[in-house]
């Protein structure tokens, strides 16, 4: 084991997004790689906007990936005592102070800073303040003087320098006594033995005061990696207009959990000119030195072309447990037709997600064929007859419906009845399936099975004569 120990530290106030599970992949293989410590921790000090059903969302989803933790899950809310009692640390040692100010009069505040030119931040007004009047406060920390700067190298952008001039004195406990984000995350991260934070690029702000909570606490700076973000095709932040952002509708629309996390790794991170990742691939190879500095684009078109690669590579007998739901959405009972690997088997090749391969399977459990109409007038005519007869025929003499049978039937009635193949093809598909799209007529044969392909020829033949 090494001393590599990350985190992934969600807010319970929604679903897991495409962006998080990005970051949670990140932080997971690396701790796999350098057989570290993978912490989750719920960040729930947000009372009013956390809920369980939101904590599910993400476990579930965090489970659908792959990604087991080493501890956890922690929850912030447990910890409400220990951020007390560093708070009153912070005041004791005269590194943080109350702070009395009104909203009103911080507005009046940034109004005139801003009249004046100024950055509207706070401007002190309670820093020296003795009394302790009966009054709601705040409790700020107490942005160091003798210092102009903070510099931090991150392991993806590099060295990052923010100048106090643009800070002000963080608010780490509002007026009901509860901690805020940016000094929870220090306390937690500290105490957790936290010593490389990945996380989005989006909290780099938070970085220089987060750094400044650590040094006034005492505790080691964890070293920091920024991940850039995930942009839709118009260069603007992923959200829903650029289609689901939620991991778990990705599942319910019938991707593969291989496929995303090859997909999500993908975007920031490469090797080489490789695109197939298998999650012991990605362990034996990830690493942040070839993680991008710039926004990966979200391309959904992509993550089909990877789904339907694991769809046509996976292993039949898991891909038809997996389809299972998808078949029951659409009321089939698969245990009610033909062998569902069968099945599975026969679709592969033709299915991008696990809705595609359900809707392509429906004419397998059909009793009886619903014909379509265009397909019904254009293949099923009287005139058909006879070869659906001979078909029948030959087809009731056959024992066994292998490839080569099959080859040698339909090459006899072909030489029989001086046509090619399109000729009886089109038809009999229509009698098997209705007419949709659908797999080679032998590979149809043979997943339906004699009886059930004669009863769907049978059927074809009634048709023609009423």
Same mark, same amino acid.
């Given at each position: 084991?090494?001393?590599?120990?990350?985190?992934?530290?969600?807010? /319970?106030?929604?679903?897991?997004?495409?962006?998080?599970?990005?970051?949670?992949?990140?932080?997971?293989?690396?701790?796999?790689?350098?057989?570290?410590?993978?912490?989750?921790?719920?960040?729930?000090?947000?009372?009013?906007?956390?809920?369980?059903?939101?904590?599910?969302?993400?476990?579930?989803?965090?489970?659908?990936?792959?990604?087991?933790?080493?501890?956890?899950?922690?929850?912030?809310?447990?910890?409400?005592?220990?951020?007390?009692?560093?708070?009153?640390?912070?005041?004791?040692?005269?590194?943080?102070?109350?702070?009395?100010?009104?909203?009103?009069?911080?507005?009046?505040?940034?109004?005139?800073?801003?009249?004046?030119?100024?950055?509207?931040?706070?401007?002190?007004?309670?820093?020296?303040?003795?009394?302790? /009047?009966?009054? /709601?406060?705040?409790?700020?920390?107490?942005?160091?003087?003798?210092?102009?700067?903070?510099?931090?190298?991150?392991?993806?952008?590099?060295?990052?320098?923010?100048?106090?001039?643009?800070?002000?004195?963080?608010?780490?406990?509002?007026?009901?006594?509860? /901690?805020?984000?940016?000094?929870?995350?220090?306390?937690?991260?500290?105490?957790?033995?936290?010593?490389?934070?990945?996380?989005?690029?989006?909290?780099?702000?938070?970085?220089?005061?987060?750094?400044?909570?650590?040094?006034?606490?005492?505790?080691?700076?964890?070293?920091?990696?920024?991940?850039?973000?995930?942009?839709?095709?118009? @260069?603007?932040?992923?959200?829903?207009?650029?289609?689901?952002?939620?991991?778990?509708?990705?599942?319910?629309?019938?991707?593969?959990?291989?496929?995303?996390?090859?997909?999500?790794?993908?975007?920031?991170?490469?090797?080489?000119?490789?695109?197939?990742?298998?999650?012991?691939?990605?362990?034996?190879?990830?690493?942040?030195?070839?993680?991008?500095?710039?926004?990966?684009?979200?391309?959904?078109?992509?993550?089909?072309?990877?789904?339907?690669?694991?769809?046509?590579?996976?292993?039949?007998?898991?891909?038809?447990?997996?389809?299972?739901?998808?078949?029951?959405?659409?009321?089939?009972?698969?245990? @009610?037709?033909?062998?569902?690997?069968?099945?599975? @088997?026969?679709?592969?090749?033709?299915?991008?997600?696990?809705?595609?391969?359900?809707?392509?399977?429906?004419?397998?459990?059909?009793?009886?064929?619903?014909?379509?109409?265009?397909?019904?007038?254009?293949?099923?005519?009287?005139?058909?007859?006879?070869?659906?007869?001979?078909?029948?025929?030959?087809?009731?003499?056959?024992?066994?419906?292998?490839?080569?049978?099959?080859?040698?039937?339909?090459?006899?009635?072909?030489?029989?009845?001086?046509?090619?193949?399109?000729?009886?093809?089109?038809?009999?598909?229509?009698?098997?399936?209705?007419?949709?799209?659908?797999?080679?007529?032998?590979?149809?044969?043979?997943?339906?099975?004699?009886?059930?392909?004669?009863?769907?020829?049978?059927?074809?033949?009634?048709?023609?004569?009423?």
């Amino acid at each position: 084991m090494s001393d590599l120990r990350v985190r992934f530290a969600p807010s /319970p106030t929604g679903y897991l997004h495409i962006g998080g599970a990005r970051t949670a992949l990140f932080n997971y293989l690396l701790a796999k790689k350098e057989a570290g410590s993978f912490i989750l921790r719920i960040e729930d000090t947000d009372v009013a906007r956390s809920t369980q059903e939101s904590v599910d969302a993400i476990l579930n989803a965090m489970e659908w990936l792959g990604f087991s933790c080493d501890e956890g899950p922690i929850y912030q809310s447990d910890r409400f005592e220990l951020y007390k009692q560093k708070v009153q640390q912070l005041l004791d040692e005269g590194k943080a102070y109350r702070c009395y100010c009104t909203p009103e009069e911080l507005d009046e505040k940034r109004e005139k800073a801003k009249r004046e030119g100024l950055k509207p931040k706070y401007d002190g007004t309670c820093r020296h303040r003795t009394d302790h /009047p009966d009054a /709601p406060y705040v409790v700020r920390f107490m942005l160091p003087e003798n210092r102009e700067e903070t510099v931090f190298v991150d392991q993806i952008k590099g060295s990052i320098t923010f100048r106090h001039e643009e800070l002000d004195d963080l608010i780490i406990q509002r007026t009901d006594g509860t /901690p805020t984000y940016n000094f929870v995350v220090v306390v937690d991260d500290a105490e957790m033995g936290i010593n490389l934070v990945i996380r989005g690029d989006d909290h780099i702000n938070n970085t220089p005061r987060q750094i400044l909570l650590y040094e006034a606490l005492g505790y080691p700076v964890p070293q920091f990696a920024h991940v850039p973000m995930i942009l839709g095709a118009d @260069k603007k932040r992923l959200s829903k207009r650029h289609g689901a952002t939620s991991v778990m509708a990705y599942q319910e629309m019938g991707y593969l959990p291989e496929a995303l996390v090859n997909y999500l790794v993908r975007l920031g991170w490469s090797f080489g000119d490789e695109e197939i990742f298998s999650m012991e691939d990605l362990i034996e190879k990830f690493s942040l030195k070839n993680v991008g500095r710039s926004a990966g684009v979200f391309s959904p078109e992509k993550l089909l072309w990877l789904n339907s690669h694991y769809i046509k590579t996976g292993d039949p007998h898991r891909l038809a447990e997996l389809l299972i739901p998808f078949l029951q959405q659409k009321e089939i009972d698969p245990l @009610k037709g033909p062998n569902l690997v069968d099945v599975v @088997k026969s679709l592969q090749e033709r299915s991008g997600t696990l809705i595609e391969m359900a809707a392509g399977a429906e004419f397998y459990y059909a009793d009886p064929i619903v014909y379509q109409e265009k397909a019904r007038i254009k293949f099923l005519k009287p005139e058909q007859k006879e070869i659906f007869d001979t078909i029948y025929d030959k087809l009731s003499c056959c024992e066994l419906f292998s490839e080569e049978q099959l080859e040698h039937i339909f090459a006899e009635i072909m030489a029989a009845a001086d046509v090619k193949f399109g000729k009886i093809a089109q038809p009999l598909r229509v009698a098997l399936t209705g007419g949709v799209p659908s797999p080679g007529i032998y590979e149809i044969l043979q997943v339906l099975g004699k009886d059930e392909s004669l009863q769907r020829i049978d059927q074809a033949r009634n048709a023609l004569s009423s």
